[in-house]
T-cell receptor, first 117, second 105 residues
């Protein structure tokens, strides 16, 4: 398995500001995934981040709003820019199980709970 | 993208088996079925996955129909701590709406 640490675990932010969420993994992984979970809803994939290349965004998510960095094989950041109350969600970092024989199962961090006032 | 359909909620008595169904009729031949659960305020937790054969681990059993269009997650002896939202996915990065399982004392 993989152990994933996210920071911050929660934050309260003012409208119009930006917040960067950090994700640290205890193993080297090729792909890292960022999800959003709005209150009472399921998980929605924001983007997939590969080391050394631009992140790939899902429909409805754009780089200007959710810029992602992936500087190495164990770390990624997601920034939520120019926040509005609609951005209040839990943001989750995820990776596939590393190692040989892995068949795509995902492991998640504990999430970053963001409240925008 | 392959999609899944799950009942929105289920109840199960403590100590009984919880059988959670999932329909994935559009699954492709090489796509696995994955199950996760999310206990309130925590990140989702991987449970089990399978391709064609039934699978069992220390957490649960997974029964996949021969045509692979549906599957059932079985928690053999549900406890109160199994109360959670259970997600079935057949396209590994995309999550459906899940089933909210409530285990009753």
């Amino acid at each position: 398995s993989a152990v994933i640490s996210q920071k911050p675990s929660r934050d309260i932010c003012q409208r119009g500001t930006s917040l960067t969420i950090q994700c640290q993994v205890d193993s080297q992984v090729t792909m890292m995934f960022w999800y959003r979970q709005q209150p009472g809803q399921s998980l929605t994939l924001i983007a997939t981040a590969n080391q050394g290349s631009e992140a790939t965004y899902e429909s409805g998510f754009v780089i200007d709003k959710f810029p992602i960095s992936r500087p190495n094989l164990t770390f990624s950041t997601l920034t939520v820019s120019n926040m509005s109350p609609e951005d209040s969600s839990i943001y989750l970092c995820s990776v596939e199980r590393p190692g040989q024989g892995a068949t795509g199962e995902l492991f998640f961090g504990e999430g970053s709970r963001l409240t925008v006032l | 993208d392959a999609k899944t359909t799950q009942p929105p909620s289920m109840d199960c008595a403590e100590g009984r088996a919880a059988n959670l169904p999932c329909n994935h009729s559009t699954i492709s031949g090489n796509e696995y079925v994955y199950w996760y659960r999310q206990i309130h305020s925590q990140g989702p937790q991987y449970i089990i996955h399978g391709l064609k054969n039934n699978e069992t681990n220390e957490m649960a059993s997974l029964i996949i129909t021969e045509d692979r269009k549906s599957s059932t997650l079985i928690l053999p002896h549900a406890t109160l701590r199994d109360t959670a939202v259970y997600y079935c996915t057949s396209y590994k990065y995309i999550f459906g709406t899940g089933t909210r399982l409530k285990v009753l004392a």
